[in-house]
């Protein structure tokens, strides 16, 4: 399985909401990664967990919590977000290697399309 | 620190035509390079990458990079385009250090006229 998968697909919120985004990879990578993507720029990189403990928070506004249960799963717990924060979530993953100065080849997910109003 | 700087934010080609995406990175250590592509509303697929092996590298669908350290680039190209390569295309580096983050390049939108 070379796949990362993301659920939801699209997701519609109010700003009062409390919902999460879900990630998964089963190709044993030891790395996995947050972006987040606004229309016609680069993916921003949010998060970065290694071997599930956070390693990296590019400053991301509290109302952004990654959490990471196993070495196959991944969340991001959205509350209380603004408007501005409607984007494409990324996820990925990437293997042992990329930890230990490797190539650092990601693999993503499809994305979830997230719209706040 | 490394970065990427991708010359031209849009090309267009006929199809059948030769594809050319620019490149060019900074890097203080040999770094590691990738050509992703995005489809529209979806996620990044790998092209390709250079990891220090051969300096030509040839990646899916039809796709080649050249890894030129005295010009400090990696341009992507393809001899023939189709309909099917329009896309964002996205350059990367990664080098080892600064927690090894993958650092992207603003994007080029290829076009692709019929």
């Known amino acids: 399985d070379t796949e990362v998968t993301q659920t939801p697909k699209h997701l519609v919120m109010g700003m009062t909401n409390k919902k999460s985004l879900k990630c998964e990879q089963h190709?044993?990578?030891?790395?996995m990664y947050w972006y987040k993507q606004k229309a016609k720029k680069p993916p921003e990189l949010m998060f970065v967990?290694?071997?599930?403990?956070?390693?990296i928070n590019e400053s991301v506004p509290s109302r952004f919590s990654p959490e990471c249960p196993n070495s196959s799963l991944l969340n991001l717990h959205l509350h209380a977000l603004q408007p501005e924060d409607s984007a494409l979530y990324l996820c990925?993953?990437?293997?042992?290697?990329?930890?230990?100065?490797?190539?650092?080849?990601?693999?993503f997910g499809p994305g979830t399309r997230l719209t706040v109003l | 620190a490394q970065s990427v700087t991708q010359l031209g934010s849009h090309v267009s080609v006929s199809e059948g035509a030769l594809v050319l995406l620019r490149c060019n990175y900074s890097s203080s250590v040999p770094p590691y390079l990738f050509w992703y592509v995005q489809y529209p509303n979806q996620g990044l697929q790998l092209l390709l990458k250079?990891?220090?092996?051969?300096?030509l590298v040839k990646g899916i669908n039809g796709f080649e990079a050249e890894f030129k350290k005295s010009e400090t680039s990696f341009h992507l190209t393809k001899p023939s385009a189709h309909m099917s390569d329009a896309a964002e295309y996205f350059c990367a580096v990664s080098a080892g250090s600064s927690g090894n983050k993958l650092v992207f390049g603003a994007g080029t939108i290829l076009r692709v006229k019929s």
């Open positions: 250079y990891t220090s092996a051969a300096t």
């Open positions: 967990y290694s071997y599930e403990k956070l390693s």
């Open positions: 190709m044993g990578h030891r790395a």
């Open positions: 990925a993953s990437s293997q042992e290697a990329a930890l230990a100065g490797g190539p650092n080849e990601q693999f």
